[in-house]
């Protein structure tokens, strides 16, 4: 059987086998094989080199080599105060933490714990610290400025003059006072148109059977002082029940004025007294009110006329320019 040799100990070893029966050492067969070694001699590695040595000599004193490394100068000195390791066995100096031999932890307590570090603020937390900081001097400032200072600051006097201020009064509708009222026809004798808003039971009269023979009726016209925003006008028959029903009586009516944007038709109750008409214009310098038709005159007590009477018309509203 071929055979190879050791390059170590140069012991012989089978073909087969990779490593040295003897010394345990790797047989590479790729490498190329060394002379065995003459007389016995056994190659062993030392501090990185090879020594050799015959088997026919005596093996060397290992106390001695170990005096001789205890002495050597570059080698750690070993005294009894030293520290065992627990790991090999081997004497260390006082100071050393770990085997100089093997590199084991000779203490064997605790490792000391480190400190938990101290939590630290991210930038944007500095970021609103300073900002909150600057502010708050800001304010600070501001205060004992208008503490120390004669005169209000801006703000304050706007503020001042804001809260001073009255918002305008509204105005509640009232009766309008009439300049001048306007008929067509005039009246007849004293009954005539300035009756209408004269605040007496004097009535404004016409002949309504001579105006329905002409064709013709009644146009009203209301003259106001200032322009005005009307919201009702009030019509006012005769009280009395029975000169009421022996006259004729207003009955159907168109009313316009310049501040509407159409006429209204409206149609009276035959009833005496007065009566409301809703009616809306803003900006209205004057109120026109045609009579269109009557209602008959009656017989009563064997007396009844031929004219329409009228005791009053009155018209609300404000003034359309509350700073006039």
Not at 3 to 15: F, H, I, K, L, M
Not at 43 to 56: P, T
Not at 191 to 206: I, P
Not at 238 to 247: A, G, H, L, P, S
Request: include cysteine; glycine fraction near 6%.
């Amino acid at each position: 059987m071929v055979s190879q040799t050791c390059g170590q100990c140069g012991s012989t070893v089978a073909a087969d086998e990779q490593f040295c029966p003897n010394c345990g050492n790797f047989i590479d067969p790729m490498a190329p094989q060394r002379p065995p070694a003459t007389g016995d001699v056994i190659s062993v590695r030392s501090d990185g080199s090879y020594e050799e040595f015959s088997l026919d000599q005596p093996p060397p004193d290992v106390h001695a080599a170990d005096e001789a490394y205890e002495h050597d100068s570059d080698a750690p000195q070993r005294t009894g105060s030293g520290t065992t390791c627990p790991s090999c066995g081997a004497a260390n100096p006082p100071g050393n933490r770990h085997c100089q031999e093997c590199g084991a932890r000779l203490d064997q307590s605790p490792l000391p714990t480190a400190p938990r570090p101290a939590v630290q603020a991210t930038a944007g937390v500095r970021a609103a610290v300073a900002i909150s900081g600057l502010l708050f001097v800001v304010i600070i400032v501001a205060l004992l400025f208008n503490v120390f200072s004669d005169e209000p600051v801006a703000g304050d006097t706007t503020l001042a003059e804001s809260t001073t201020t009255t918002p305008p009064a509204i105005i509640e509708p009232d009766v309008i006072e009439i300049l001048a009222p306007e008929c067509e026809p005039e009246g007849l004798s004293s009954f005539t148109c300035q009756n209408l808003v004269s605040g007496t039971d004097a009535e404004y009269q016409v002949n309504w059977e001579e105006l329905q023979l002409n064709e013709e009726k009644i146009v009203i016209k209301l003259l106001f002082r200032v322009p005005m925003i009307v919201t009702r006008i009030d019509w006012r028959n005769i009280e009395d029940v029975t000169r009421f029903k022996t006259n004729f009586r207003a009955r159907g009516l168109t009313i316009d004025s310049p501040g509407s944007l159409t006429p209204i038709v409206h149609e009276l109750e035959d009833t005496p007294g007065t009566q409301t008409i809703n009616y809306a214009a803003v900006d209205a310098n004057s109120v026109e009110i045609t009579i269109q038709s009557a209602y008959l005159a009656e017989t009563v007590d064997s007396n009844v006329f031929r004219e329409l009477a009228i005791d009053e018309i009155v018209v609300w509203g404000r003034p359309a320019n509350l700073s006039g």
